[in-house]
């Protein structure tokens, strides 16, 4: 029974282990299925992407290689294009060159056939030479006489009827001369009102006290009010009234509003100078636009620049030899106007013209130069042609004119000028004296304003005090009056004032 159990013991173990044999084969049978399954799929990932990546470095191969004949198919193409116009070029030259041999052999052609004629008209005129000679030789002297002065009459009369002619024409161009003349002189009888401009403004006060408050605690108010304005305030015994001087009408119109602002606000001090003077400026700056607006309007001037506007305006505060620029240039576009219509000519341009050819006073006490000059600069600046600014510059005879309406212009300004009672030369010449007397003034270092006040007996210098102390503030006022004691005519005593001034503001908060 042993040998039988060992024998089936020893069976039962070689079945187990047969099955443990088996199954270790069949787990690493499904381990290498399991890994070859792994590997499969990660050569499935990586050749997924080497195909990607040469799909993307064959996309940027065929891009380059498409860029590169691109590129090569761009420069073909210039050089066809290239070829082609040199081409063209040579068939524009080669039809030129065809064009003038044609025309050659044409007017070669018609060379000979003139040659041809008047070789022909030779041949019949010493045909009908010999024929008169043979006629006349059987004539008597005077049937022959009477055949020469019937050839001369019939060969004269179209010359003497064209002598006649140009004869008729030429009184008929004279007598339109003398029409034109006659319309010129009833224009220059066309003259407005003439207005006496002033050098002094008064402004009204409620009462005698409101002087004290003008002046200021020892003087300090009427002081800023001359320093901002550059107006001389002269307030004297004359009751209830002040009085501006000053011969620049637009700082003593500005110089008027502000005095009539603080009567009105009471409030009399420096700040508030400062702040009615702003606002007295603003209104200014409007009342200069809206007259040059005015201007364009009365004399049908459109598309003027703004500015050209504003300058147009500035004028109205301007006189020559006392006749008020603004007027006198309105009065130059209409007389110009109705010249040129009466002419013929451009109207408009002419009344421009007109309107523009002293825009150059607006600005000669600031720029130096001559007011012809100088607007004619401006006028350029702001988009005028030449023509206006030739217009500008020659109706002085700066420049020679280079139109008719340049002429008529010209004209207008010396009829308007030239009527009675345009113009006065003393208060031109006061003024001319007074700007004078600022330039000097203002042409020395650290000298920050000048006015000249008091009729031209006095002129007050405002310098920067940072920059000169007391002793070279007297040297200053030295050498001004020295200068101005070379260089100006003026009658009695000029009295200069240099002014130091130091503020220090600090604000309360």
């Known amino acids: 029974m042993n040998w039988l159990f060992i024998v089936l013991s020893g069976i039962a173990g070689l079945l187990v282990g047969y099955l443990l044999s088996r199954f270790q084969i069949e787990k690493k049978m499904r381990k290498a299925h399991q890994d070859s399954e792994s590997i499969k799929k990660k050569a499935e990932a990586e050749a997924q992407v080497i195909r990607k990546k040469a799909i993307i470095d064959a996309r940027e191969e065929a891009h380059k290689i498409k860029e590169e004949i691109e590129s090569e198919r761009k420069k073909r193409e210039q050089e066809l294009r290239s070829y082609e116009e040199r081409l063209l070029k040579r068939e524009e030259i080669i039809a030129k060159r065809e064009e003038n041999v044609d025309k050659r052999g044409a007017f070669i052609e018609s060379q000979k056939?003139?040659?041809?004629?008047?070789?022909?008209?030779?041949?019949?005129?010493?045909?009908?030479?010999?024929?008169?000679?043979?006629?006349?030789?059987?004539?008597?002297?005077?049937?022959?006489?009477?055949?020469?002065?019937?050839?001369?009459?019939?060969?004269?009369?179209?010359?003497?009827?064209?002598?006649?002619?140009?004869?008729?024409?030429?009184?008929?161009?004279?007598?339109?001369?003398?029409?034109?003349?006659?319309?010129?002189?009833?224009?220059?009888?066309?003259?407005?009102?003439?207005?006496?401009?002033?050098?002094?403004?008064?402004?009204?006060?409620?009462?005698?006290?409101?002087?004290?408050?003008?002046?200021?605690?020892?003087?300090?108010?009427?002081?800023?009010?001359?320093?901002?304005?550059?107006?001389?305030?002269?307030?004297?015994?004359?009751?209830?009234?002040?009085?501006?001087?000053?011969?620049?009408?637009?700082?003593?119109?500005?110089?008027?509003?502000?005095?009539?602002?603080?009567v009105v606000d009471g409030r009399i001090h420096p700040a508030r100078i400062e702040e009615m003077y702003e606002k007295a400026k603003q209104e200014i700056e409007k009342v200069i636009k809206d007259a040059g607006q005015e201007a364009t309007f009365l004399t049908g001037v459109t598309g003027l620049h703004i500015e050209l506007v504003k300058l147009v305006g500035k004028l109205k505060f301007r006189t020559s030899y006392g006749q008020n620029v603004l007027t006198h240039s309105i009065e130059v576009a209409q007389l110009a106007g109705l010249m040129a219509e009466e002419l013929g000519l451009d109207a408009d341009k002419a009344r421009r013209g007109g309107l523009l050819h002293d825009i150059g006073k607006a600005l000669d006490h600031e720029i130096e130069g001559a007011h012809t000059e100088i607007g004619a600069e401006i006028a350029r600046r702001y988009g005028e042609s030449e023509l206006i600014a030739n217009m500008i510059m020659s109706h002085h005879g700066e420049e020679e004119p280079i139109c008719p309406e340049s002429v008529l212009v010209a004209a207008a300004d010396a009829l308007s000028a030239a009527r009675p009672g345009a113009r006065r030369e003393s208060l031109e010449n006061y003024i001319r004296r007074l700007v004078k007397i600022e330039r000097i003034a203002m042409s020395f270092k650290n000298v920050e304003k000048a006015y000249a006040i008091q009729a031209g007996r006095e002129v007050r210098v405002i310098v920067e005090p940072e920059k000169i102390d007391d002793a070279e503030a007297d040297k200053t006022a030295y050498d001004i009056a020295k200068k101005i004691e070379e260089e100006v005519e003026y009658p009695g005593v000029l009295k200069v004032v240099v002014i130091r001034e130091r503020r220090s503001i600090a604000y309360a908060k």
């Open 113 to 262: 056939t003139q040659i041809e004629a008047q070789k022909k008209k030779i041949e019949q005129k010493e045909k009908e030479l010999q024929e008169r000679f043979n006629q006349l030789a059987g004539m008597t002297v005077e049937e022959a006489r009477e055949i020469v002065l019937e050839e001369a009459r019939n060969k004269y009369e179209h010359d003497l009827g064209q002598l006649f002619k140009r004869i008729k024409d030429q009184y008929e161009e004279q007598m339109e001369k003398e029409a034109k003349r006659t319309i010129a002189v009833a224009v220059q009888r066309y003259a407005p009102e003439y207005i006496n401009e002033l050098t002094v403004s008064t402004v009204s006060l409620p009462s005698d006290d409101m002087k004290g408050r003008i002046i200021g605690r020892e003087g300090r108010n009427i002081r800023t009010f001359e320093k901002l304005t550059g107006i001389d305030l002269i307030i004297d015994d004359t009751p209830e009234v002040v009085v501006l001087s000053g011969f620049n009408p637009i700082r003593r119109e500005i110089a008027r509003i502000t005095l009539e602002k603080l």
